[in-house]
């Protein structure tokens, strides 16, 4: 079993930056693929960002490249999301997402995801 718990979210103009942490419970986080998701107001929840267990491929969606950094410290139980050149369409909900395969994550995400936090909202003013 694993526990997400999110932190970092708040509000921030346009141009500014967030850094989203994502701290993970269990000893077998190393083991674990780790992604961020993020759902609008109206919106599906799509997803953002994501890396292996050994912090070596990550991937993006196409809107955050660039902008976002997705990172891990194992030591820590932890997975950051660095948001840089924010922009108000990036207001939403963002989720913490963990699985054995990476590509649950990117690819099929939604209820085949095997944990998931319980999110922390971003908000981008103009």
């Known amino acids: 079993q694993v526990q997400l718990v999110e932190s970092g979210g708040g509000l921030v103009q346009a141009g500014g930056s967030l850094r989203l942490s994502c701290a993970a419970s269990?000893?077998?986080?190393?083991?674990?693929?780790m992604g961020w998701f993020r759902q609008a107001p109206g919106k599906e929840r799509e997803f953002v960002a994501a890396?292996?267990?050994?912090?070596?491929?990550?991937y993006y969606t196409d809107s955050v490249k660039g902008r976002f950094t997705i990172s891990r410290n194992n030591a820590k139980n932890t997975v950051y999301l660095q948001m840089n050149s924010l922009k108000p369409e990036d207001t939403a909900v963002y989720y913490c997402?963990?699985?054995?395969?990476?590509?649950?994550?990117?690819?099929?995400?939604?209820?085949?995801?095997?944990?998931w936090g319980q999110g922390t909202q971003v908000t981008v003013s103009s």
């Open positions: 890396i292996s267990w050994n912090g070596v491929t990550t």
């Open positions: 269990g000893r077998t986080f190393s083991s674990y693929a």
């Open positions: 997402a963990a699985d054995k395969i990476l590509r649950t994550i990117v690819v099929v995400g939604g209820g085949y995801v095997d944990y």
